[in-house]
């Protein structure tokens, strides 16, 4: 049976089997399709606070014991919020419909391309023929030119990963990696960012290839002369009736900076922060009855994106049928991503308590 938040499937099903409006005997998608008669692609959802913004009281070292346990459950297939190429291209070529994406989510890679030569759809291409017939044992040219073409398509985090298992001696600016290039891998190679300090390293460790982007912010189609007046009204409901709000972020926060990283994780990853990431946030802005909505939109618009990111996992589970997947993204998401993922026929959702939990 599958879990979502630490709790049977079974049991979210039948709290809401009331209230579901669908007809006796209709399909219920819940839980791994008993028709399945092969291994079910298993898929572990970690969720994480964004690790640079405590830059100031964490550093790489720090995070050691995380990496351990995860790389205990062994995930042939890594995802990360970030957003691919091909979906910044999109961003940039629909400005209008996607104000300030570009800007504020996507990686610019135009200053490499004029190092590696290589076009957003040339790179992107090359990278996936390349690992179509990647050998066992690859040459150091041949990571470094892997490399500048995952930061041509704009995936500099999956170039990290073959930085990293680079020999030392062999990191340097050749085949298709500049000296700009370079400077960003070494950049990226010691930032806090959890797609960098955890999923890359992890990747490398286990001798992966690469971490899939997997974020698509494209449900929300915001007009510049209405942006104003929405967020102030998100942020009106945010607030309340003044009612307390956010204590247990404070509580995880106080163990993140306070030397106990896996004690933060685990509240992170509990039923209880879940809980509380709803009160102080959809359940108040889901409710929104004033004229415009927008406490409706924005609720609609984090589902539309949870449901494009999870389509996105599943574009790269499938690199891996039957394979296990770690999925590593802002706590926020985590339940949504469960439940959304627990309506495939072949996941298994895995509890990130089998790597978490105390000894």
Excluded at 12 to 21: E, F, P, R, V
Excluded at 296 to 322: C, E, F, H
Excluded at 341 to 356: G, P
Aim: contains cysteine; aromatic residues 8%; hydrophobic residues 40%.
């Amino acid at each position: 049976m599958k879990h979502l938040f630490g709790l049977p499937a079974a049991m979210i099903m039948l709290a809401s089997c009331a209230h579901d409006g669908l007809p006796d005997g209709a399909l219920n998608f819940s839980g791994v399709d008993p028709a399945l008669t092969v291994q079910p692609t298993q898929v572990m959802v970690l969720g994480t606070v964004h690790l640079s913004r405590h830059d100031d009281t964490l550093s790489q070292n720090d995070l050691e014991p995380l990496i351990e346990r995860l790389a205990a459950y062994r995930p042939d297939v890594i995802t990360v919020e970030n957003s691919s190429g091909m979906t910044c291209h999109r961003a940039r070529a629909f400005v209008r419909e996607h104000e300030g994406y570009a800007e504020n989510y996507c990686f610019d890679g135009a200053p490499f391309r004029k190092e590696s030569g290589l076009s957003v759809a040339e790179a992107s291409f090359q990278a996936r023929q390349a690992l179509s017939d990647w050998p066992e044992a690859p040459t150091a040219a041949q990571r470094r030119a892997l490399a500048a073409a995952f930061i041509a398509s704009e995936d500099p985090d999956s170039a990290l990963v073959q930085w990293l298992r680079l020999n030392e001696a062999d990191r340097m600016a050749r085949d298709g990696l500049g000296p700009q290039s370079v400077a960003l891998l070494n950049a990226r190679s010691g930032s806090l960012n959890e797609s960098r300090s955890i999923a890359a390293r992890l990747a490398a460790r286990l001798g992966l290839e690469r971490v899939f982007p997997a974020d698509d912010h494209g449900s929300y189609f915001r007009t510049e002369d209405d942006q104003a007046a929405y967020g102030a009204r998100i942020e009106t409901l945010w607030r309340g009736d003044g009612e307390p709000c956010g204590a247990h972020v404070e509580a995880a926060k106080a163990k993140l900076t306070g030397g106990d990283l896996l004690g933060a994780y685990r509240d992170y990853n509990s039923v209880d922060y879940q809980r509380g990431q709803m009160e102080c946030d959809w359940t108040r802005t889901m409710n929104d009855s004033e004229p415009d909505r927008y406490g409706r939109q924005y609720t609609m618009g984090w589902q539309a994106r949870n449901l494009r990111m999870v389509s996105l996992i599943m574009d790269a589970a499938k690199t891996d049928p039957g394979g296990r997947v770690l999925s590593i993204v802002g706590v926020s998401h985590k339940p949504y991503f469960e439940a959304y993922l627990d309506q495939m026929h072949d996941v298994e959702i895995v509890s990130t308590d089998t790597v978490l939990k105390s000894p």
